[in-house]
């Protein structure tokens, strides 16, 4: 057992139908944040911090999104 392991986050699901995944991207840090977009009304929501590919592969495959489909707004 490990006192200090790294804790299994809870991935977002996505309503493709409803919402368009995109990543807020930051022109100055380079921060990125998964939001989901409203297909009808365009408001953004984020959902999570990514803050490496490999986060953003996992949220893209548990809702069967390819990740180079995802859209970048900055």
Same mark, same amino acid.
């Given at each position: 057992? #490990?006192?200090?392991? /790294? %804790? %299994? #986050? $809870?991935?977002p699901?996505?309503?493709?139908? /409803? !919402?368009? =995944?995109? *990543? /807020?991207c930051?022109?100055?840090?380079?921060?990125q944040?998964?939001?989901?977009?409203? /297909?009808?009304s365009? $408001?953004?929501?984020?959902?999570?911090? @990514?803050?490496? =590919? +490999?986060? *953003?592969?996992?949220?893209?495959?548990?809702?069967?999104?390819? +990740? $180079?489909? @995802? %859209?970048?707004? !900055?």
């Amino acid at each position: 057992m #490990k006192l200090f392991g /790294r %804790k %299994k #986050k $809870d991935l977002p699901t996505i309503d493709l139908d /409803r !919402y368009e =995944p995109v *990543l /807020r991207c930051s022109i100055c840090s380079g921060e990125q944040v998964l939001c989901i977009r409203d /297909r009808a009304s365009s $408001d953004v929501h984020e959902l999570m911090l @990514v803050q490496s =590919p +490999a986060e *953003l592969e996992e949220v893209c495959e548990a809702n069967g999104i390819d +990740a $180079d489909s @995802v %859209k970048k707004i !900055y």
